[in-house]
């Protein structure tokens, strides 16, 4: 059985500022027909630059080597107009941002018509157009969306439109390069379905590329584990989860939290609350006076020395519940209580002082920290300013807080773009402890990272937390890592808290169906699990 | 993870080098434009060292006559000598030029952080203002201030100069300060209840401000010229001051018969102007940590 497409020692170098980087190092292998490949790393492994060098859309900066063999042809070798010809046709590609990739001044309909039309130049108007309807009704998008602009159509229903215009032209190859990422979890099991559903009929391959062990369990045949640029191993999905050959899956697929490895302190309910939410209400004001209810008469309470999850989809009002703790949205209606101090009534001073005792990690540590700053200023300034501590003083601090979050010292003369994702979000978490606080409060604070990375952040913030006893409000849309950290947790829907209790009772034996949806939803690491579902979800 | 953290070589000497100055000093385009400026300012400030002819000594019956000893630069229309006439009218040009470029930064830095930051009504009332004044026709108000002033100054041109030139900056400077205070180490900051003087000294004026100094420089050969209008319609300085924009404003009719006249002044405003482009250029790539090596 001869390969759809095969990568046979290429190389891919990048020519950045005179020096040249390798990105991609030797890698080969192949993709069969029918066939759904995924090809999983973390970032800066390679993954997507290999996808983009089978398309020959390699930036200019960058120079190819060895063999990309599509239908018995060198990729590499091919002309402009060759590639052309292949792209879209013969190769078609669906990127991560589906918002991102639809043109917004055309209706969906237009799109999905002109790339009909590009590559079947004698079909007639009215023809491309019936085939457009059938296309959109192939992935569950009713045929009167067509005038539908891109604006007015959801993420995950936009991500389904670009399988449409891929699928067009029957490809022999689909390339999906990270397509669920940007989406909700409910969202992705809608769009990897669809996707899935595909396969039976177009008589294409697919490769999907991920840094997803989840997905990779619920849609992969086989499975390329990439590093650094090299392949660290190919094998079949079951075989893979059941017995990873090379240490570094086996590190990446333990790097996937699963869950439940937190012991619960008792807490004792007499002490003041760290965080109490009283009937919370946030109203912002939307275009031409209309308002808009962010948050619904939340209530929620935080002891000392607790980790509450709070849980939802994107705009179901998680982080702006954060946002109203922090003054950064307006609050309403509802009261909220920092240590006994309500908010809405506090004086500017006391407001200030009860500031200075929360902590907070935001969700892109590229984005928090000042990129004018050393990270020594960043971490030091709160405690200039509230503290007032200077000089040599500052400075031993400092050294002691870098330390505390397992970076060197002597790095506080480095700038954030000087750092990994990675350890920029530890210099925040440096910054939040670095005023003792009694409450931190943790926007998604590991979703931008890579998953070995992720654990080793959230066994810090455990660590810490053991450590110096904070309440923690650890706001997440991922169930997996709320479920290691966390001892209770809250689920948000659509501005309203649908579900609040212990953290094994509200995971374990959910009452409010939209728990129940979302803890479906989430990919587990475990391909028979995920068939299973899958299974159930076709029957029902 | 941790083992690989601390395995990266941590380049001790590289990170203590590695200040503007450090940064800045080892540039050519640094000390170019800085040698430059150093000795139009010298010239400005002590014009007899460069020229010891008398710039208003002129000789009617050798008007516009191309270089010729003792006349390096030639003679203008009246026959006075060009050479003396660009030095000693590096004092006033260079002045109208950094004070009204300086005032115009001040009161646009103040209006559009204003507008940025707070947002809401403050904003919108600032904005109409700015229209209002890059709507008024700047020559007719220029008129009309310089005409109630009395006494007209290098203070009171750069003033009024100023006064017309400040919009367009402070437009930039509001939008700059818009983009930033979003950004999420802005809101951070905020989170962690520093005061808003600070989050706008520490935080949001570092990051906004480098887009509108670049366009600052440019502003300063834009104002020369425009004083060479007001001038060159009786309303700036008067003869007998010497400014390069006057020197402009004569020359500019004339330019066919005698291009000596235009072209010498014209040479020394775009040194000037350069020089500032790229000092100004070099300085926000050094004060940005990225841009240092």
Same mark, same amino acid.
């Not at chain 1, 891919?12 to 790393?41: H, K």
């Not at chain 1, 590009?118 to 491309?128: E, G, I, K, N, Y």
């Not at chain 2, 590289?14 to 590695?18: D, E, K, L, P, S």
């Given at each position: 059985?001869?390969?759809?497409?095969?990568?046979?020692?290429?190389?891919?170098?990048?020519?950045?500022?005179?020096?040249?980087?390798?990105?991609?190092?030797?890698?080969?292998?192949?993709?069969?027909?029918?066939?759904?490949?995924?090809?999983?790393?973390?970032?800066?492994?390679?993954?997507?630059?290999?996808?983009?060098?089978?398309?020959?859309?390699?930036?200019?900066?960058?120079?190819?080597?060895?063999?990309?063999?599509?239908?018995?042809?060198?990729?590499?070798?091919?002309?402009?107009?060759?590639?052309? @010809? *292949?792209?879209?046709?013969?190769?078609?590609? /669906?990127?991560?941002? $589906?918002?991102? &990739? %639809? =043109?917004?001044?055309?209706?969906?309909?237009?799109?999905?018509?002109?790339?009909?039309r590009?590559?079947?130049?004698?079909?007639?108007?009215?023809?491309?157009r019936?085939?457009?309807?059938?296309?959109?009704?192939?992935?569950?998008?009713?045929?009167?969306?067509?005038?539908?602009?891109?604006?007015?159509?959801?993420?995950?229903?936009?991500?389904?439109?670009?399988?449409?215009? @891929? *699928?067009?032209?029957?490809?022999e190859?689909? /390339?999906?390069?990270? $397509?669920?990422? &940007? %989406? =909700?979890?409910?969202?992705?099991?809608?769009?990897l379905?669809?996707?899935?559903?595909?396969?039976?009929?177009?008589?294409?391959?697919?490769?999907?590329?991920?840094?997803?062990?989840?997905?990779?369990?619920?849609?992969?045949?086989?499975?390329?584990?990439?590093?650094?640029?090299?392949?660290?191993?190919?094998?079949?999905?079951?075989?893979?989860?059941?017995?990873?050959?090379?240490?570094?899956?086996?590190?990446?697929?333990?790097?996937?939290?699963?869950?439940?490895?937190?012991?619960? =302190?008792?807490?004792?309910?007499?002490?003041?609350?760290?965080?109490?939410?009283?009937?919370l209400?946030?109203?912002?004001r939307?275009?031409?006076?209309?308002?808009?209810?962010?948050?619904?008469?939340?209530?929620?309470?935080?002891?000392?020395?607790?980790?509450?999850?709070?849980?939802?989809?994107?705009?179901?009002?998680?982080?702006?519940?954060?946002?109203?703790?922090?003054?950064?949205?307006?609050?309403?209606?509802?009261?909220?209580?920092?240590?006994?101090?309500?908010?809405t009534?506090?004086?500017?001073?006391?407001?200030?002082?009860?500031?200075?005792?929360?902590?907070?990690?935001?969700?892109?540590?590229?984005?928090?920290?000042?990129?004018?700053?050393?990270?020594?200023?960043?971490?030091?300034?709160?405690?200039?300013v509230?503290?007032?501590?200077?000089?040599?003083?500052?400075?031993?601090?400092?050294?002691?807080?870098l330390?505390?979050?397992?970076?060197?010292?002597?790095?506080?003369?480095?700038?954030?773009?000087?750092?990994?994702?990675?350890?920029?979000?530890?210099?925040?978490?440096?910054?939040?402890?670095?005023?003792?606080?009694?409450?931190?409060?943790?926007?998604?604070?590991?979703?931008?990272?890579?998953?070995?990375?992720?654990?080793?952040?959230?066994?810090?913030?455990?660590?810490?937390?053991?450590?110096?006893?904070?309440?923690?409000?650890?706001?997440?849309?991922?169930?997996?890592?709320?479920?290691?950290?966390?001892?209770?947790?809250?689920?948000m829907?659509?501005?309203?808290?649908?579900?609040?209790?212990?953290?094994?009772?509200?995971?374990?034996?959910?009452?409010?169906?939209?728990?129940?949806?979302?803890?479906?939803?989430?990919?587990?690491?475990?391909?028979?699990e995920?068939?299973?579902?899958?299974?159930?979800?076709?029957?029902? | 993870?941790?083992?690989?953290?601390?395995?990266?070589?941590?380049?001790?000497d590289?990170?203590?080098?590695?200040g503007?100055w450090?940064?800045?000093?080892?540039?050519?385009?640094?000390?170019?434009?800085?040698?430059?400026?150093?000795?139009?300012?010298?010239?400005?400030?002590?014009?007899?060292?460069?020229?010891?002819?008398?710039?208003?000594?002129?000789?009617?019956?050798?008007?516009?006559?191309?270089?010729?000893?003792?006349?390096?630069?030639?003679?203008?229309?009246?026959?006075?000598?060009v050479?003396?006439?660009?030095?000693h009218?590096?004092?006033?040009?260079?002045?109208?030029?950094?004070?009204?470029?300086?005032?115009?930064?001040v009161?646009?830095?103040?209006?559009?952080?204003?507008?940025?930051?707070?947002?809401?009504?403050?904003?919108?009332?600032?904005?109409?203002?700015?229209?209002?004044?890059?709507?008024?026709?700047?020559?007719?108000?220029?008129?009309?201030?310089?005409?109630?002033?009395?006494?007209?100054?290098?203070?009171?041109?750069?003033?009024?100069?100023?006064?017309?030139?400040?919009?367009?900056?402070?437009?930039?400077?509001?939008t700059?300060?818009?983009?930033?205070?979003?950004?999420?180490?802005?809101?951070?900051?905020?989170?962690?209840?520093?005061?808003?003087?600070?989050?706008?000294?520490?935080?949001v004026?570092?990051?906004?401000?480098?887009?509108?100094?670049?366009?600052?420089?440019?502003?300063?050969?834009?104002?020369?010229?425009?004083?060479?209008?007001?001038?060159?319609?009786?309303?700036?300085?008067?003869?007998?001051?010497?400014?390069?924009?006057?020197?402009?404003?004569?020359?500019?009719?004339?330019?066919?018969?005698?291009?000596?006249?235009?072209?010498?002044?014209?040479?020394?405003?775009?040194?000037?102007?350069?020089?500032?482009?790229?000092?100004?250029?070099?300085?926000?790539?050094?004060?940005?940590?990225?841009?240092?090596?």
């Open positions: 059985m001869t390969d759809v497409l095969r990568f046979e020692e290429l190389t891919v170098d990048f020519t950045v500022g005179g020096t040249t980087q390798r990105a991609v190092d030797g890698v080969s292998f192949g993709v069969r027909p029918g066939e759904v490949l995924a090809v999983v790393g973390e970032s800066g492994s390679g993954k997507s630059v290999t996808a983009l060098a089978a398309l020959g859309l390699l930036p200019s900066n960058a120079r190819a080597g060895g063999r990309i063999s599509f239908g018995g042809a060198d990729v590499l070798a091919m002309s402009r107009a060759e590639l052309t @010809a *292949l792209r879209g046709r013969r190769i078609a590609m /669906i990127f991560q941002d $589906p918002s991102g &990739a %639809l =043109d917004p001044v055309f209706t969906i309909g237009a799109q999905l018509v002109e790339m009909i590009t590559h079947q130049p004698s079909l007639s108007r009215s023809a491309a019936e085939r457009a309807i059938e296309l959109l009704r192939m992935v569950e998008i009713p045929g009167n969306r067509l005038k539908y602009y891109p604006h007015q159509l959801s993420g995950g229903q936009c991500q389904r439109v670009m399988i449409a215009i @891929a *699928l067009a032209c029957d490809p190859l689909l /390339i999906a390069d990270e $397509p669920t990422t &940007a %989406l =909700d979890v409910t969202v992705q099991q809608e769009v379905d669809v996707l899935l559903a595909m396969r039976s009929k177009i008589s294409g391959a697919i490769m999907i590329i991920t840094h997803d062990m989840g997905v990779v369990a619920d849609v992969a045949d086989r499975v390329v584990v990439m590093r650094k640029g090299s392949v660290v191993e190919t094998a079949e999905v079951h075989e893979l989860f059941d017995h990873p050959t090379q240490e570094y899956t086996r590190t990446l697929l333990d790097a996937v939290p699963r869950g439940g490895a937190r012991e619960s =302190d008792p807490v004792a309910d007499q002490e003041v609350p760290a965080l109490r939410i009283d009937e209400v946030v109203e912002y939307g275009r031409r006076g209309r308002t808009v209810r962010a948050v619904e008469e939340v209530s929620l309470g935080l002891n000392p020395g607790e980790i509450v999850g709070l849980v939802g989809e994107s705009g179901s009002g998680k982080s702006t519940i954060g946002k109203a703790v922090l003054g950064l949205a307006p609050i309403t209606s509802g009261e909220v209580h920092v240590a006994g101090q309500a908010l009534s506090a004086s500017a001073s006391d407001l200030r002082k009860t500031r200075a005792r929360i902590g907070v990690v935001f969700q892109n540590p590229a984005g928090s920290l000042n990129p004018r700053g050393t990270i020594g200023q960043s971490v030091g300034e709160p405690l200039a509230h503290r007032g501590v200077r000089g040599a003083e500052l400075r031993r601090r400092v050294e002691e807080l330390d505390s979050v397992e970076l060197p010292g002597a790095w506080a003369g480095r700038y954030p773009h000087e750092l990994s994702g990675g350890q920029r979000q530890r210099v925040s978490i440096a910054r939040a402890i670095s005023l003792d606080p009694g409450l931190l409060i943790a926007d998604e604070p590991t979703s931008a990272l890579d998953v070995s990375v992720q654990a080793t952040v959230l066994e810090l913030l455990r660590s810490l937390q053991d450590r110096l006893h904070f309440a923690c409000l650890f706001i997440s849309h991922d169930l997996a890592v709320v479920d290691q950290v966390c001892d209770r947790v809250a689920v829907s659509q501005g309203r808290l649908v579900e609040q209790g212990d953290r094994e009772s509200v995971l374990r034996d959910p009452q409010d169906p939209y728990t129940v949806r979302l803890l479906e939803a989430a990919p587990v690491p475990d391909p028979r995920q068939s299973r579902r899958r299974g159930l979800r076709l029957a029902g | 993870m941790t083992d690989a953290v601390l395995l990266q070589t941590v380049d001790e590289v990170i203590a080098r590695r503007v450090a940064t800045v000093r080892r540039r050519v385009l640094f000390w170019l434009p800085l040698a430059v400026l150093a000795v139009l300012l010298l010239m400005a400030i002590v014009p007899q060292l460069f020229s010891s002819a008398d710039p208003r000594a002129c000789d009617i019956s050798a008007s516009a006559r191309p270089s010729s000893p003792g006349h390096p630069f030639g003679q203008d229309l009246q026959g006075c000598d050479y003396a006439n660009v030095v009218g590096a004092r006033a040009s260079l002045s109208v030029g950094l004070v009204c470029t300086l005032i115009a930064l009161i646009a830095v103040g209006v559009g952080t204003v507008a940025g930051y707070v947002g809401g009504w403050a904003d919108s009332i600032l904005a109409r203002l700015t229209d209002v004044f890059l709507g008024f026709p700047f020559l007719l108000g220029a008129i009309v201030v310089l005409n109630s002033l009395g006494k007209r100054s290098v203070l009171s041109v750069s003033l009024v100069l100023a006064v017309f030139s400040w919009p367009t900056l402070a437009r930039m400077v509001r700059t300060v818009r983009a930033t205070r979003d950004a999420e180490y802005v809101q951070a900051a905020k989170a962690m209840g520093f005061p808003t003087t600070r989050i706008l000294s520490h935080y004026l570092p990051n906004a401000v480098g887009p509108v100094l670049a366009v600052a420089t440019l502003t300063v050969g834009g104002v020369i010229v425009a004083e060479s209008t007001l001038t060159f319609l009786g309303l700036g300085l008067r003869a007998p001051s010497i400014s390069w924009g006057l020197q402009l404003a004569t020359a500019q009719s004339r330019f066919q018969q005698a291009p000596h006249t235009l072209i010498y002044p014209a040479i020394f405003l775009a040194a000037t102007v350069l020089s500032l482009i790229t000092l100004g250029d070099v300085l926000r790539d050094a004060v940005n940590p990225k841009g240092r090596s």
